[in-house]
Nanobody, 126 residues
């Protein structure tokens, strides 16, 4: 079993930066989750894809609204994943979740991910 815990959320102003972290415990990080991602869910909206990263970090992909502003990374030796968020906008306000996929294959929808954290709130004021 894998347990994920997010941290780093908070209240910031538009244009500021935040760095979210996801710490994993349980099975070996890299082997248990060949793909990991960040999703977010704003009030009244469905959970949406933000970014994804491969096992070794050599492949990443981002949702269009965050391209050029967010950077996903992972450190398998430390069982951690991060999301660096720059130039934050009010529309980035949401609960951010880290997720891990048990099986290989690039996926963008929440149902294809097996492990989830509890989420961390990010609020961006204008």
């Amino acid at each position: 079993q894998v347990h994920l815990v997010e941290s780093g959320g908070g209240l910031v102003q538009a244009g500021d930066s935040l760095r979210l972290s996801c710490a994993a415990s349980g099975r070996i990080f890299g082997d248990a989750m060949p793909w990991m991602g960040w999703f977010r869910q704003a009030p009244g909206k469905e959970r949406e894809f933000v970014a994804v990263i491969s096992r070794n970090g050599d492949y990443t992909q981002y949702a269009d609204p965050v391209k050029g502003r967010f950077t996903i990374s992972r450190d398998n030796a430390k069982n951690t994943m991060h999301l660096q968020m720059n130039t934050l906008k009010p529309e980035d306000t949401a609960v951010y979740f880290c997720a891990g996929r048990r099986y290989d294959g690039l996926r963008y929808v929440p149902i294809d991910y097996d492990y989830w954290g509890q989420g961390t709130q990010v609020t961006v004021s204008s």
